[in-house]
């Protein structure tokens, strides 16, 4: 009797242990961050943009697509759309009414 409840907690810890470790699992991939980031682009360097906000704040930002950083030109002020930490929409506030965002 004794070896047979030490079995059933045995079998129910490994079950139990295996759906937790597979539903922390799901949990990363599902979960993206968005944000809204305006300022203006103080400098290219490689492969970001270094954008400062109107609180003064700089921030490093990665576009998504090579595209973008092609467009970008120091002294543009930007909208900047992030998903998971890249840049996935970049748009020229001057430019918001007309075809030359640097979307993605």
């Keep these: 009797m004794r070896l047979l409840l030490i079995s ?8 139990l242990g295996g ?10 991939e599902t979960n993206t961050r968005e944000i809204t980031l305006m300022g203006q682009i103080n400098d290219i360097e ?7 906000d109107s609180r003064g704040t700089i921030h490093i930002v990665i576009p998504a697509a090579p ?9 543009d002020n930007v909208i ?5 930490r890249r840049a996935a929409v970049i748009h020229n506030i001057k430019n918001m009414g007309g075809s030359e965002g640097m979307e993605n």
């Design 8 to 15: 059933i907690f045995i079998a129910a810890g490994l079950t």
């Design 46 to 52: 490689g492969d970001s943009l270094v954008v400062k």
């Design 67 to 75: 595209l973008q950083l092609e467009r970008a030109r120091v002294g």
């Design 80 to 84: 900047i759309g992030m998903r998971n």
């Design 19 to 28: 759906v937790s470790s597979f539903a922390n699992g799901t949990k990363t």
